[in-house]
């Protein structure tokens, strides 16, 4: 995958995971999730189910306040559900402990913010490393060579020893998606990722992302961007913290 040789043997065990239908890598079951706010308790999700299998691209998408971006919180165990379950590449998210989740969710998800989160006094590959340095992923010899491999796949070797405050936009971007591909992890979630691009850089963002979902990386990603959503293979639409349409398209 990504034309990148990985010695399997460095990698964190995880459960095997089918494609076939019948074994979802993302399983949210009737999940409820409410917080405590000054005008009293607000329920953003509402007995939420969601099924994604190994291999998907999914879009969800729905208006702010709709509660698309506290769904993803909770499949990537930034937030906890008030109640249901989570489940993700076997693992039972919502029983998770503090000390176990970040751990976890560096080998198991990669991360795509709006804003890039790149670290600023970091070079561009010191940025993709460092994934695998707090994991412990891979031999410290190969860290850095996958770093640039990787860097490679999105367009931004050439690249590597810059700080980000030297690249534009989209190639921030490019890199923080080969940051997210560092540890190989099984699912790529991606919140509002083309949300600071113009629309050029956003359609060439959603190619990579296709890419990827080609040489076999599950992405589920939140847009505003309809247009971009309809070319995800399964798009879910969000309304006062419900699923209320799923389909292939939109």
């Known amino acids: 995958m990504l034309g990148i040789a990985l010695r399997q043997h460095d990698r964190p065990a995880t459960k095997a995971i089918s494609g076939n239908g019948h ?19 607000f329920t953003a999700l509402k007995g939420v189910d969601l099924q994604v299998q190994a291999g998907e691209f999914v879009a969800i998408v729905g208006k702010s306040g709709s509660g698309k971006s506290t769904l993803i919180n909770v499949v990537t165990g930034i937030d906890r559900p008030s109640s249901g379950q989570v489940w993700v590449g076997g693992a039972a998210v919502h029983t998770l402990s503090e000390a176990q989740i970040a751990p976890w969710r560096g080998r198991t998800i990669g991360l795509v913010f709006q804003f890039f989160q790149l670290l600023p006094a970091l070079s561009v590959v010191e940025n993709v ?8 992923c891979y031999a410290p010899g190969e860290r850095y060579t996958r770093a640039l491999a990787l860097l490679a796949q999105v367009g931004m070797d050439d690249h590597a020893g810059k700080l980000p405050s030297a690249l534009s ?5 490019r890199v923080a998606i080969a940051r997210a591909l560092a540890n190989d ?17 956003a359609a060439e963002m959603f190619r990579l992302f296709e890419s990827l979902v080609a040489d076999g990386k599950t992405i589920v990603m939140v847009t505003h961007d309809d247009d971009l959503a309809r070319r995800a293979r399964r798009t879910i639409r969000m309304a006062d913290g419900e699923v209320v349409e799923w389909g292939g398209g939109i």
């Not at 074994?23 to 308790?41: F, I, N």
């Open 185 to 201: 992890p099984p699912l790529l979630v991606a919140d509002e990722p083309t949300g600071n691009l113009d629309s050029r850089t």
């Open 169 to 173: 936009g989209g190639q921030q971007q």
């Open 129 to 136: 490393m460092l994934p695998m340095d707090f994991c412990q």
């Open 23 to 41: 074994t979802p890598l993302v399983d949210v079951r009737q999940v409820v999730k409410t917080y405590a706010t000054p005008a009293g308790s």
